[in-house]
């Protein structure tokens, strides 16, 4: 169709325009986005199912070799359970700490009334450089952007798109994710920014005066209004001093078992309680006398939040600007 | 010439299906980073050998459905693999005479070349990237190479070369 030599030049520049023109619009348009990963969830479905479904089948007939079949229900039945029922435990640790806080106080805003779905996590393999993992529920299901998916040891990360039966989860670890998240002993908050491949988290925005140890464990603070309140993110691994630069490196790793699950569980929390907690919270941060930084702190987490409610969420030096930025008055933030 | 375009068509396709689903298919943690780049090797195959059917086109919508696939932004592997399939053009008359190893090493550097730019994309846009992992997936590729070449070379129909 096309004359060879002369024309190949041609060609393949206006093969390149197009290619810019969809980073381009991929980059920056939400609507974009969005319904690019809706149409890609449905071409990439069929490939997904032809390598997922004989791994399954295999898995299943694996099974039931070995065991009988009614046991094999069971057993599925029972796990499913397990993981039901340790994530409530987990929620346990919320109500705990509420306990010990304000023990006279006995509302019932701050609990999260969350339903929760055991969705299954396909066995394909994305780009290794991104960290993310395909979903068996979509739109279906209602699935939807920014809906945090948790696992029965701590948060996995967050719905970044959604196709009609499928869905697109980003961990915790990629370096495009940023968790708001309060030290469960002392309630410092900070951010968790995803290290990329080496399946960690770095907090950004720590003053070196603030009282952290190896070992703390850090779980949502919930600021983001994406994430419930309280469950585990991570425990802190390291602690690097920077010579001096006045911020400690702060390593955490995750809580939930990013490479090993199978089914996870996805959470609908409710908006408005999410809201209620929040903004109680920040009330008695305020009438506390804390330090400045720790008040700087939460503004920064507020903005960030607000940063990545977009569909799609800005690559992290975007992030870590806006946390930067001065701190604005908490009651629009949160608003 | 018709109908023969038609299988060899069908067999473009087929081969480009088996590389997309050895390209998903789940590897154990350690492995990841050494999985051949299937997808561009048959795509470089073809290019290099009928460029009359699979050229720029083609390159550019095997990258599109390699960016639906994989989770990479939209257009970034459709960019990269213009840019190969464009210098794989150019050096056609070269590459192809080039005894079967040393074909297989000027592909690795074609992957290695296609890594690179993937990250540097990637990074640009914010993603990690680790380009020096990418280099394990051009040496496998590389290996893999001249069965993917004879393979391939096999089941192409050989009229049209005479």
């Known amino acids: 169709m096309f004359r060879k030599g002369s024309s190949l030049g041609l060609r393949t520049c206006i093969f390149l325009i197009l290619s810019t023109a969809l980073i381009v619009f991929d980059q920056r348009s939400d609507v974009f986005h969005a319904e690019r990963m809706r149409f890609s969830s449905a071409v990439a479905y069929p490939f997904q199912s032809m390598v997922d479904s004989p791994i399954r089948l295999f898995n299943f007939l694996n099974a039931g070799i070995t065991t009988q ?13 397990e993981i039901l029922l340790q994530s409530r435990l987990q929620k346990l640790l919320v109500l705990e700490k509420e306990n010990a806080q304000l023990r006279q106080l006995l509302q019932s805003t701050s609990q999260i009334a969350a339903r929760v779905a055991v969705a299954r996590i396909l066995a394909v393999a994305l780009d290794p450089n991104i960290q993310q993992v395909v979903l068996d529920k979509g739109d279906k299901d209602q699935v939807y952007p920014n809906q945090p998916v948790l696992d029965g040891s ?3 990360g967050q719905v970044v ?29 900070a951010i968790a920014v995803g290290n990329g ?32 309140v309280g469950y585990p993110v991570g425990v802190v691994a390291l602690i690097q001093p920077q010579g001096n630069d006045p911020v400690k490196k702060i390593i955490l790793s995750p809580m939930a078992h990013l490479n090993q699950a199978e089914q996870v569980l996805l959470a609908w929390p409710s908006k408005q309680a999410l809201t209620q907690a929040v903004q109680k919270e920040l009330q008695e941060t305020q009438t506390q006398p804390q330090p400045e930084s720790d008040l700087n702190t939460d503004a920064k987490s507020v903005k960030t939040a607000n940063t990545s409610d977009k569909s799609k969420i800005k690559p992290k030096s975007k992030v870590s600007a806006a946390a930067k930025s001065k701190p604005e008055s908490k009651s629009a933030a949160v608003s | ?29 350690w492995a990841v980073w050494l999985r051949p780049q299937w997808v561009l090797a048959v795509l470089l195959f073809w290019v290099l050998t009928s460029s009359e059917q699979s050229g720029i086109a083609t390159a550019w919508v095997i990258g599109i459905l390699m960016d639906l696939v994989t989770g990479t932004p939209l257009g970034l592997q459709a960019f990269v693999f213009v840019v190969l399939s464009y210098g794989v053009l150019r050096l056609r008359t070269i590459i192809e005479h080039l005894p079967i190893w040393q074909q297989a090493s000027a592909i690795g550097v074609f992957v ?13 846009m914010g993603h990690g990237a680790h380009i020096g992992l990418h280099t394990l997936s051009a040496i496998t590729t590389t ?17 049209l070369i005479r």
Do not use: C
Request: no cysteine.
């Open chain 2, 1 to 29: 010439m018709k109908a023969f375009q038609e299988t060899n068509v069908f067999l473009i396709a087929l081969s480009f299906l088996v590389a997309i689903v050895l390209t998903i298919l789940p590897l154990p943690h």
């Open chain 1, 197 to 228: 491949v080496s399946g960690q988290l770095t907090l950004i925005n720590i003053p070196d005066t603030s009282d952290i140890q190896v070992g703390d464990l850090f779980v949502t603070s919930g600021l983001d209004l994406h994430y419930p």
């Open chain 1, 161 to 189: 798109g959604v196709g009609a039966r499928t869905s697109r989860v980003l961990l915790v670890t990629d370096k495009q994710s940023a968790v708001p998240v309060e030290d469960y002993r002392n309630g410092i908050r």
């Open chain 1, 154 to 156: 701590g948060v996995i």
């Open chain 2, 112 to 124: 290695f070349l296609n890594g690179l730019l993937q990250g540097m994309g990637l990074s640009w």
């Open chain 2, 143 to 159: 290996l893999i190479w001249p069965w993917i070449f004879s393979a391939l070379n096999q089941l192409r129909p050989r009229a």
């Open chain 1, 69 to 81: 079949d009614r046991l094999v229900h069971e057993n599925e039945e029972l796990r499913v359970r």
